[in-house]
């Protein structure tokens, strides 16, 4: 069995173990620059808060409501996951750092201790030794333990662990998930499923095989298989290098300085050469991109 563990609204729940204050209270974190909304509080996403909105278009929700704004701080979100990972470790020999805030664990011979029990363990140890409120998802494969997650974060009678471990509970949480949120499906495909009348995962898994790696290539038949149970995506201890690294940002507000411009552009180049010299590799190609304010609707955009 594979367990997927990721943390909570993650930069949020970083900036409330250094400030308790901040329970039970809406707040946000910033991209860089200030310029939209990259983390929210469940209270923040009860007021309306969406995810990737630009600054400017929660200032009335932000006096309304008394939202706790914060800039992000990738320097303290990059410990606290250096810590999750490292309490992580010591429950399985064998574990995948998907993300900053993402780890899937193999629980292969735990299951005499009970999986749902195992989880609960894991679940409050990383609560106690780094403050982070975690939620687990249990399946056989990795895209079931996805599904499992996204449970296990929503519905609070699960304790921050959801277990698919029979036929029964993978066919009525494949039931319950809706086509767009199944992991590595992609906007796209789930546009061209929910035209054909596909609107959930279990509606995939009934359709034919050969149909499916015909219309979705490969990928979309591992996705196919995964949901079945048939495990097609093992942990990797060492990921392979990217193929592509992206460092975008967004301002806070107009810029209108060359200069300015200029610097963070080098800056952030800056910061994908780093990246890539970490990992050994080199590049073949490089593009750089800028553009206007594409919700301002009363200017040409550029």
Known sequence: MIALVDINN????????????LRDKPVVVLSNNDGCVIS?????????????????????????????????????????????????????PEMEIYSIDEAFLDLTGFEHLGLKEYGGKITQTVLRNTGLPVSMGIGPTKTLAKVANKFAKKYPRYNSVCLIDNEEKRIKALQLTNIADVWG???????KLQASGIKTAYEFTQLNQKKVRSIYTVV???????????????IEKQPASKKQICTSRSFGRMVTDYEELKEAVATYAAVCASELREQNIFAISLMAFIHTNSFNKNDLQY
């Open 40 to 92: 929210r509080s469940n209270e923040a996403k009860k007021l309306g808060v969406k995810i990737a909105v630009p600054t400017f278009q929660i200032e009335e929700l932000k006096g309304k409501h008394d939202i706790q704004v914060f800039s992000s701080n990738y320097e303290l979100y990059g410990d606290m996951s250096t810590r999750l990972m490292a309490t992580l470790n010591q429950f399985t």
């Open 220 to 234: 979309g038949e591992q996705i196919w298989l995964e949901l079945q149970g048939i495990r097609c995506y093992e």
């Open 185 to 191: 499906i992609g906007r796209r495909n789930a546009k």
């Open 10 to 21: 993650c930069y949020v729940s970083c900036e409330r173990v250094f400030n308790p204050k």
